[in-house]
Nanobody, 123 residues
């Protein structure tokens, strides 16, 4: 089991960029696949991006394709989410999750979750 802590959220204007970080505890973090999800008020949790322990990137969620990039630094036990060209509809709590073998990057297949970091995009 790992513990996760997200950081980097904030309030930005449309078109701005943000980089979120997901810091994992323990030496075993480098063996976990990690996904970024987001949840807006009144909406279901939505998959954003995923990366395997070896650095293979999953297909991105359709709303963020071409704008968001996921990467990881196992030496730092950290997974990043670079978000460019932010839109108001990107406003949500962003959560990272980790598991050894998540099924098709579905949220219920992740057993370790962080508390989330708020991203607000507003003019």
């Amino acid at each position: 089991q790992v513990q996760l802590a997200e950081s980097g959220g904030g309030r930005v204007k449309p078109g701005d960029s943000l980089t979120l970080s997901c810091k994992g505890s323990g030496r075993a973090f480098s063996t976990y696949d990690v996904g970024w999800f987001r949840q807006a008020p009144g909406k279901e949790r939505e998959f954003v991006a995923g990366i395997t322990w070896g650095g293979r990137v999953s297909p991105y969620g359709d709303p963020v394709k071409g704008r968001f990039t996921i990467a990881r630094d196992n030496a730092q036990n950290t997974v990043y989410l670079q978000m460019n060209s932010l839109k108001p509809e990107d406003t949500a709590i962003y959560l990272c999750a980790a598991d050894l073998s998540p099924e098709h990057w579905l949220a219920p297949s992740f057993s370790n979750w962080g508390q989330g970091t708020q991203v607000t995009v507003s003019s």
